[in-house]
């Protein structure tokens, strides 16, 4: 059976974000597994490049999803894989108009993944959701969890010292890894830090960037932070960060905060638990599934129940012992050779 995966993803604005890593992990951990398995063979390229190479091969994947772009081809000559990993837009429209041009891109899009064979999903959540909005039978989506992409590598205290001076990091912070679109509710756990005197860290490139369309409804929480707090001490901005430091980062850490108001999946909760920082985060759905009793869990409609919670966490040191000791033991349940293996498995049942 030959296979090719998309590698789009890797070439593209996705490249350090979400489907760029899922890719690019994905496509590792698959070449690991399938060494010993002649049967199946793995090739990748770019297939927007290459679309007359595709009928060479049994079945492709396309790892990745557009709502309101047209990206997957509505006539497939060969069986059909693709990864949708959540559907944020559908569920919250208000917040993601998709204009007309977009409209007419959905109907192409849910007409050309109604033809596929088999869709590929991050969480049991995200496979409600999908088969709900984009009226996919249950039988043909499959999930297949994500892993963490956090380096178990202790840092020395030295270098903690150094990472910290560099940044100037307080001695406890709360910290939170992501983009600032709506759903990352990033402004109510800003609220929620500053009624209990703490000071939040943010990395990512999303909460620096400057261009950027400010009257746009997406971009509205961005611009009400980069304006109310973008000159305040206890709201520190760190933009992208090498993985070396933001290892130290981690360490450095009191607590980890998810806020989100919905999640395909939750990766970072699970790359805190990775690295022992207690997690602190949204009671939805998705992060219950992912956490399970290894997170202390707040309304994250209520800014009054996220600072109490966060207060809770970062004021008990037994609170703290005790989420990072669970949080080790259910991270062991996310690794990219198990998404790899039940990917492999949906490729199995199209032969």
């Known amino acids: 059976m030959k296979i090719v995966i998309d590698e789009l993803p890797l070439h593209s604005g996705h490249a350090a974000r979400g489907m760029g890593v899922y890719t690019r992990r994905l496509i590792e951990s698959l070449e690991k597994e399938l060494t010993s398995k002649r049967e199946i063979s793995l090739d990748t390229f770019v297939f927007s490049e290459n679309r007359g190479r595709l009928a060479e091969y049994d079945i492709v994947h396309y790892p990745y999803f557009d709502i309101f772009y047209h990206t997957l081809p509505l006539r497939k000559d060969t069986k059909t894989v693709v990864t949708v990993p959540d559907v944020t837009p559908l569920l919250y429209p208000e917040y993601y108009p998709p204009g007309i041009k977009g409209r007419l891109n959905f109907i192409l899009q849910k007409r050309a993944l109604s033809n596929v064979n088999a869709v590929v999903t991050i969480s049991e959540t995200s496979k409600k959701d999908i088969v709900r909005f984009l009226d996919i039978p249950s039988k043909k989506v499959f999930v297949t969890k994500l892993a963490g ?86 709201v520190m901005r760190l933009g992208f960060v090498e993985d070396n430091d933001l290892n130290a980062i981690w360490q450095l850490a009191t607590v980890y905060c998810m806020p989100s108001l919905y999640e395909g999946f939750g990766l970072s909760v699970v790359e805190a638990m990775e690295a022992g920082v207690p997690v602190v985060c949204s009671r939805t759905q998705v992060l219950v599934e992912v956490a399970g009793d290894s997170a202390v869990y707040f309304d994250p409609y209520s800014e009054n129940d996220i600072a109490e919670k966060l207060k809770y966490v970062m004021s008990n040191k037994k609170i703290q012992k005790d989420l990072v000791s669970k949080g080790f033991f259910r991270a062991k349940k996310y690794s990219w050779q198990k998404t790899a293996l039940e990917t492999i498995k949906v490729y199995e049942k199209l032969r």
Do not use: M
């Open 149 to 234: 992409n956090f380096s178990t590598k202790r840092v020395s205290t030295s270098q903690l010292s150094k990472i910290s001076r560099k940044y100037n990091l307080p001695k406890e912070f709360i910290l939170y890894i992501g983009d600032v679109n709506w759903n990352k509710n990033l402004l109510r756990l800003i609220k929620a830090v500053k009624r209990i005197d703490e000071t939040l860290v943010i990395v990512g490139k999303s909460a620096v960037r400057d261009e950027y369309d400010k009257d746009h409804i997406e971009n509205k929480p961005l611009r009400e932070i980069q304006e109310r707090y973008g000159n305040d001490k206890q």
